[in-house]
């Protein structure tokens, strides 16, 4: 007799920390670049370069890259923008954490500021946040059938398990070109660069994945006509990858994200020599993790009416789909420019960044918490301040519904922006109408017992004698078919053949006549 084995792999969260960073330096002005008049926007982002778990904690070394946008101080007030890096080292303390494990790191920059200090040197400040999960691979084993045990009764309990299936990395990269419309000046040298990702969508294929979305490219440029000295260009990319991912199919439970790694931008001439062609290369960093619902059929006990058998059971750990779904929030709101006697004349550029405060369990689910902060750069009807940039963050609140969900529930969620739209209202007030999307996963932590082994003897034929051969029974309150049976050396179906009664019918007070079998 031998018990049959089914294999579940997961990956087990084995702990959860957070950490805030500040960032603080300066930054001189190189000689080569004008005095700074005017502070117009600042962007930067985090970049991990290093991350791994030691003994109880994990270290991350990264770098904040950041470029600022200024007006200079010279009669004709050129714009200009410089770049920059500030390296980081963290050490977040993890107990359960130890080398080879697993990390999910989410870095977000929650905010970047550039302070004048005098026309030569700048103050940068930023503030970001370190979220890491230290995970596991775990290969759990569930006892699901026996071999050479056609004697054996047997009882079953029906469970679902959620199984990693897929688990990867991988990257799609994107090469495109933008021609200056003919209405645009030739390009000299490029100002200010701004490429984001946007509307993106991820759907499992037939062992590939299917991504979509648009990069969003926005220039300001030092132009080679002197009438129009800065040239600006927005302009939309779709976006679409295939990667091909074996054991994928379609409607298949995944968490899935994609995030703009580098994006370079270079200017070539076009075909008449003038250089009126942008060159984008950009790379899009893919996390594939997939999960396939396994219907599975436990042992959690049995016994024979030839042998005895003497099972040993155990608890093993699993978990189970609760959701996996994608919900929209829609996010609007009035802005009110800071300098009111510097009316809008156009609106140049608008981007947009999702940042989640809190994500608390509540009795319905997952409630979200968070704000899209908003970038408006604009031209002004000031000459002396051509261009502003205005800020403003618009707090959203979504409920996403996870009937099921407890404490201890696993969940991965991911944001990113779908639409941005930023109108004029008058020459003081933006009007801004955008969706956040929000995907999650949710997996109950559960433990399902089962029978691990058996031991095999002769049958006892003299507790079997002691048995009565005959029995009016009356159930007793959590009574079962099975332990009656078990009991009193019968079977289910003998007992119900019987009695005319069906397996699940026993109740207490019920009266049954039991036989023993021999």
Known sequence: ??????????????????????????????????????????????????????????????????QVLYLDDLEEGGLHSIRGKIPFEESMNVETARDGDSLRLNSTLEDLSAVLINSRKMGIKAVGTLELIVEELAQEEMTTGLEGGEEAEIRTIHRTAAALTVQKKDTCRVKDEIIL???????????????????????????????????????????????????????????????????????????????????????????????????????LNLDIRMYEEEGMDLIADLYSLKKELFPEKEETPYERLLISSTSRCRVAGRIATEHPEMQILQICHSSGE??????????????????????????????????????????????????????????????????????????????????????????????????????????????????????LYVAQPGDTLWDIAREYHSTEKRICEINGCALEDVHPGQKLILIKEV
């Open 354 to 471: 999702v940042k989640l405060d809190e994500v608390s369990i509540v009795e319905q689910g997952l409630l979200v918490q968070g704000a899209l902060q908003v970038e408006v750069l604009y031209i002004t009807s000031d000459d002396s301040h051509p261009f502003l940039c205005r800020k403003e963050a618009l707090p959203f609140e979504q409920l996403i519904e996870v009937p099921g969900m407890t404490k201890d529930s696993v969940w991965y969620l991911d944001s990113a922006l779908d639409q941005l739209a930023v109108d004029m209202v008058s020459g003081t007030e933006l009007e801004v109408k955008a969706v956040v999307i929000l995907s999650v996963l949710v997996l109950a932590r559960e433990r399902a017992a089962h029978v691990a082994s058996v031991t095999e003897a002769p049958l006892d034929t003299e507790s079997l004698k002691a048995l009565p051969a005959f029995v």
């Open 181 to 283: 419309p003919a209405n645009k000046p030739n390009i000299k040298e490029l100002i200010w660069q701004d490429v984001s990702l946007r509307s993106t969508e991820l759907r499992p294929g037939e062992d590939e994945i299917l991504m979509k979305g648009e990069l969003v490219v926005f220039i300001l440029y030092e132009s080679e006509d002197g009438e129009q000295k800065t040239g600006w260009l927005e302009q939309t990319i779709p976006v679409s990858c295939r990667i091909d991912v074996s054991g994928s199919h379609e409607g298949a439970a995944a968490n899935l994200t994609v995030a703009l790694g580098n994006a370079d931008l270079e200017v070539k001439p076009d075909y008449d020599g003038e250089l009126r062609v942008l060159h984008i290369d950009a790379v």
């Open 1 to 66: 007799m031998e018990l049959v084995r089914r294999t579940i792999r997961m990956t087990r969260q084995k702990g959860k920390a957070v950490s805030q960073i500040t960032l603080d330096d300066d930054y001189n002005i190189s000689e080569t670049m004008p005095d700074v008049n005017l502070i117009i926007q600042e962007k930067g982002k985090l970049e991990i370069g290093e991350i791994r778990a030691e003994n109880g904690r994990a270290l991350i070394r990264g770098e904040l890259q950041f």
